[in-house]
């Protein structure tokens, strides 16, 4: 039924910072970026089309590609958003993402030259998969990992 994983989206209050860190730090290419002008004649999303008559050169998306087909979409906030927090502070929905590389220590060297600093070292984890976590300007967690012939990923592993 599905061939892959298109996008993560995420609302940001550093737009800047955000498209910085996934392009210049990770060194990731921007496919798209659209402005509201694209929605000036569409009648049929009325709020829309009203902001791309007050502001058309304002941007309403991003998408970062991480491999053909898979990106990162990056929105700037909104007017009126509030975090998604739960009031004691625990929330279920998003986690983290990941990312393969197919060398992790190299990975590792490359993105600290460009100022990424990683909130854990390389692990091997009980999935047979290495492992190591960063996280972007507005503090998504994700995941950099790389497969082995033993990873559950590749092999298949009930328990």
Excluded: C
């Amino acid at each position: 039924m599905f061939s892959s994983l298109m996008h993560v989206a995420f609302y940001t209050e550093h737009f800047d910072e955000m498209m910085d860190f996934y392009t210049n730090k990770l060194g990731l290419p921007v496919k798209v970026l659209t402005r509201f002008s694209s929605y000036r004649d569409s009648s049929d999303r009325p709020a829309m089309q009203k902001a791309a008559l007050e502001n058309p050169d304002r941007i309403f998306n991003a998408y970062i590609e991480l491999a053909p087909g898979q990106f990162i979409e990056l929105f700037p906030e909104r007017k009126g958003q509030v975090r998604h927090e739960a009031p004691d502070g625990s929330e279920f929905g998003y986690a983290h993402f990941a990312l393969t590389t197919e060398d992790i220590y190299q990975t590792r060297q490359e993105l600290e030259a460009r100022g990424v600093v990683f909130d854990t070292g390389i692990s091997k984890g009980p999935s047979g998969t290495y492992q190591m976590w960063t996280h972007d300007p507005d503090g998504n967690r994700f995941e950099i990992m790389q497969y082995t012939e033993e990873s559950y990923q590749v092999t298949g592993h009930i328990d």
